[in-house]
């Protein structure tokens, strides 16, 4: 069947605008959708793996940046387009696997066989939906799922042994920065997850009248979701014609990727991961024009362009990181600890605990407690009294007295 629009992602923008949200949030959504639509059924040859066009895209932003309507946006033409489900809210690492379990989709690979493959699939307004807390295990689920492992077994309880065939994970959220501050230590920057995410920060949208764009398009949505259920039904392997591998060849290759982020969060990991991000990118913009399966030098020209469109405002996301209440919250801990050690005094634990129940979910309160520990701030009075809730604190050696 003949495409009902020109492109995908640009023609997704304009009907967005009804949602009152950011052009680039809309433009990386689209990109979410044409990657997860088709699943491991489209895939390039990448040193010896089958490459498919997944990705963990997180839209960050303050309250009121447009993150829900954008996946309400997303939603409105994914469901309708494809019969797959979606990850359920708040789900522990063996809800997830059991979810996966019973979410078996039929494929078509590549080659053209018949693929089953279990799938699992985030589009949630809010990251803390499908990633309750910052939990080692469940990150490093997300991280074999995202990596298309032929096979993934796991055992739960429900269903004792059980075995993930061609698992394939992709997810769409919304992040607050503050969330992001709260639930992330340091070294989570250098694993696997947010290496392996890409960040669309954004501010708030321009205002427009309510009665500027009252009503969804509803010949937009129509054509947008009959071209999204035609891209699903796609199968075959993305081949790059010698302009766009020339492109690659000049950008990544003999310059490295310019320019290169250099925050220092991000290259504790994901500069390591740009090469990959770009090649998914180029595969989807190839498929949001075209069944032709081919990335042209125009489609990897724009995977380039709108990477680096993102690369270049993801230094907000620490800044924003850096001044949310959560940070201080914290500098005020730090402060009665500062202030207790220069009269030669300690904190109880219990006075830390009382303080940040006020403005964190409780079962937050001992990872932050541990994580002021871990960074040297504070430090244990005396480490033989080791009881939660009994210790007490003084300034650590990275927390200055004078």
């Known amino acids: 069947m003949p495409r009902q629009v020109k492109d995908f992602v640009s023609s997704f923008c304009k009907y967005g605008e009804t949602f009152n949200t950011t052009p680039l949030y809309l433009e990386a959504a689209a990109h979410w959708m044409i990657g997860t639509a088709v699943g491991r059924a489209i895939a390039m040859q990448a040193r010896g793996n089958a490459l498919s066009p997944n990705t963990f895209t ?24 494809t019969s797959h489900s979606l990850i359920p809210a708040s ?3 063996a809800g997830l696997e059991d979810y996966m379990k019973d979410n078996l989709q039929q494929r078509t690979s590549p080659d053209g066989s018949m693929l089953m493959s279990h799938e699992c699939l985030g589009l949630s307004e809010e990251l803390q939906g499908i990633l309750p807390e910052h939990d080692i295990g469940h990150l490093t689920l997300y991280n074999i799922l995202y990596d298309l492992p032929s096979l993934h077994v796991a055992r739960t309880r429900s ?9 394939y994970c992709s997810i769409l959220s919304g992040a607050q920065p503050a969330f992001l501050a709260l639930q992330l230590p340091e070294h989570a920057w250098g694993m696997g997850f947010m290496s392996r995410s890409l960040m669309v920060f954004d501010t708030k949208p321009d205002r427009k009248s309510v009665f500027e764009l009252a009503s969804i398009d509803r010949v937009a949505q129509s054509k947008l979701i009959t071209d999204l259920k035609s891209i699903s039904k796609l199968h075959g392997w993305m081949q790059w014609d010698d302009a766009a591998k020339e492109v690659y060849r000049v950008w990544w290759l003999e310059n490295g990727g310019p320019p290169i982020p250099d925050a220092k969060r991000l290259a504790m990991g994901y500069n390591s991961r740009r090469e990959i991000h770009f090649l998914k990118y180029a595969m989807t913009c190839s498929l949001s024009r075209s069944d ?5 030098e125009a489609d990897a020209r724009r995977a380039i362009s709108l990477l680096l469109r993102l690369e270049q405002r993801m230094v907000h996301v620490f800044q924003e990181m850096t001044n949310t209440g959560a940070m201080v919250a914290l ?16 904190v109880n634990e219990s006075e830390i605990i009382q303080f940040l129940m006020e403005r964190f979910p409780p079962t937050q309160v001992h990872a932050l407690i541990d994580n002021l520990v871990n960074a040297g701030l504070i430090e244990l009075d005396n480490p033989r009294m080791g009881a939660r809730g009994f210790r007490k604190f003084k300034a650590g050696p990275r927390l200055s007295t004078a």
């Open 292 to 296: 032709d399966l081919i990335v042209t």
């Open 91 to 93: 789900v522990t690492r």
């Open 159 to 167: 269903h004792g042994e059980i075995k993930l065939e061609s698992p």
């Open 58 to 81: 997180l839209l960050i932003g303050g309250p009121g940046t447009g993150k829900s309507q954008t996946i309400n946006a997303a939603r409105s033409i994914y469901i309708p387009a």
């Open 331 to 346: 500098q005020d801990v730090l402060d009665m600890v500062r202030n207790r050690s220069m009269n030669g005094g300690t």
